[in-house]
């Protein structure tokens, strides 16, 4: 059964990291892009990063260079590490995966969601 899984999130300060890990099941590196969505309040939910089956990493402009997204050596855990984290990262994060070889930015696209966790930041 596909299923995505987000435990982490909570309550941070601004400057600080936080990793997200993202478990993932019955859901094969090989066939499916999986990203990191977030939705600050009132606002839109938008791609923040993205991984392809071949490794290849996308990410959003206002993320880039403090964020990373990689996947673990055992292939059951996405992780999005956030460095240097703003005020204005604070969102529900979720993570996504659909069966695309090149990761598509729309919502729309992404088939699997995981339930989303919470991240303040606070300063």
């Known amino acids: 059964q596909l299923h995505l899984a987000e435990p982490g999130g909570g309550p941070v300060q601004a400057g600080r990291p936080l990793r997200l890990p993202c478990e993932h099941f019955?859901?094969?590196?090989?066939?499916?892009?999986m990203a990191w969505f977030r939705q600050p309040p009132g606002k839109e939910r938008e791609r923040v990063a993205s991984i392809d089956p071949r490794g290849i990493t996308n990410y959003a402009d206002s993320v880039k260079g403090r964020f990373t997204i990689s996947k673990d050596s055992h292939k059951t855990t996405l992780n999005l590490q956030m460095n240097s984290l703003k005020p204005e990262d604070t969102a529900m994060f979720y993570c996504?995966?659909?069966?695309?070889?090149?990761?598509?930015?729309?919502?729309?696209?992404?088939?699997?969601w995981g339930q989303g966790t919470q991240v303040t930041v606070s300063s």
């Open positions: 996504a995966a659909g069966r695309w070889f090149n990761c598509p930015e729309s919502i729309d696209k992404y088939n699997l």
């Open positions: 019955g859901v094969s590196y090989r066939g499916f892009c």
